[in-house]
């Protein structure tokens, strides 16, 4: 696509088109939800042309006079809503559907907890399947910056206890501590911070000294920020 012009204003343009009507010039509005236009890339498999990646514009708001609002989708590996990676909506919000997050709960109550990895056995949210319920680990399935936070404990009365964020299993920050004698009440904290990681990382917590959880509200969350 070519533009010759002396004016600043002006650029080259690649226009889509798009009207319910049957015929040429029939000009029959497009509704909420409707498809507008569908740019796909195909690369040869060695027999045929397959669907690599593709931008979708769709309908997202009932059309009106001199108004057609629309939805930019961008799918990735493939093409359909299966494959969608990413939607920026005619309002400007971005949501990505496939992006990395979890939020785990401690599943069951438990007292005197002390010098293991917390358990944190019923996720909450699980996008992606990237933390293990089992093990109360979460691996990084790409490259990034990666958000983590909670309130995975109560401090017991008179206890001690510290509360590291690991790598591999190696600490990286401590999020809390408690020194016994410095509180007298039964106090639950909570902790945010930002580790950047490997794929296949994996992240836990782990208590030196001694805790309390609850079922219900002890928990923890990740998420890939980029």
């Known amino acids: 696509i070519t533009q010759y012009s002396g004016t600043a204003s002006y650029k080259a343009l690649l226009d889509f088109n798009r009207s319910k009507g049957t015929s040429v010039g029939d000009m029959t509005s497009v509704a909420n939800g409707d498809g507008i236009a569908h740019m796909v890339f195909r690369g040869a498999d060695g027999t045929n042309f397959v669907d690599a990646a593709g931008i979708r514009a769709d309908v ?8 057609v609002k629309s939805a930019l989708k961008f799918e990735t590996g493939g093409t359909g809503s299966s494959n969608e990676t990413m939607q920026i909506s005619s309002d400007g919000y971005v949501t990505k559907p496939k992006q990395p997050y979890f939020v785990a709960r401690a599943g069951s109550s438990r007292n005197d907890v002390s010098n ?11 996008n992606g399947n990237h933390y293990d319920t089992s093990t109360s680990k979460f691996t990084a399935p790409v490259a990034g910056a990666y958000l983590f936070g909670g309130s995975p404990a109560y401090m017991e009365t008179n206890d001690t206890m510290s509360i590291f964020i690991r790598k591999n299993g190696t600490n990286v920050f401590e999020i809390e501590r408690v020194v016994a004698g410095s509180m007298i009440q039964h106090s639950k904290f909570g902790f945010s911070t930002m580790l950047v990681l490997a794929a296949t990382d994996e992240v836990d917590l782990y ?3 001694q805790c309390h959880q609850n079922g219900t509200y002890s928990h923890w969350f990740g998420y890939l920020l980029g």
């Not at 997202?60 to 108004?67: L, R």
């Not at 293991?116 to 699980?126: E, G, P, R, Y």
Request: hydrophobic share 35%.
């Open 60 to 67: 997202d708001k009932a059309p009106s006079s001199g108004s």
């Open 116 to 126: 293991q990895v917390l358990v944190f056995d019923t996720a909450v949210n699980n």
């Open 207 to 209: 208590i030196t000294g």
